[in-house]
């Protein structure tokens, strides 16, 4: 059974930066493409794609995010990152990291918080 144990998360300012990472569990590391995801707080708010890094390298963000986070891997050591940047309050949510496709038992996610 793969574990998905996400962690970086925290309470910063508008405007700063935070760096997420995601150690994987799985011996297949380097033949996955990986994505983060999000979940804001709101009630019956749904899981958005943030961004994707395939196992060649290649990326991909979605519109919300695009040229202020960066997804990057470390093959060696089983962990994906998510480089965050110009932190905005509507990044507000619940981080989590998978596969794609994803792995049937999500990670506990880390919280990001953007408030002054």
């Known amino acids: 059974q793969v574990q998905l144990v996400e962690s970086g998360g925290g309470l910063v300012q508008p405007g700063g930066s935070l760096r997420l990472s995601c150690r994987v569990s799985?011996?297949?590391?380097?033949?996955?493409?990986w994505d983060w995801y999000r979940q804001p707080p709101s009630p019956g708010s749904s899981r958005e794609l943030v961004?994707?890094?395939?196992?060649?390298?290649?990326?991909d963000y979605g519109d919300s995010v695009k040229g202020r986070f960066t997804i990057s891997k470390d093959n060696a050591k089983n962990t994906v990152y998510l480089q965050m940047t110009s932190l905005k309050p509507e990044d507000t949510a619940v981080y989590y990291c998978?596969?794609?496709?994803?792995?049937?038992?999500w990670g506990q996610g880390t919280q990001v918080t953007v408030s002054s």
């Open positions: 998978n596969r794609n496709p994803p792995f049937p038992d």
């Open positions: 799985s011996l297949r590391f380097n033949a996955y493409n």
């Open positions: 961004a994707r890094i395939t196992w060649r390298g290649n990326t």
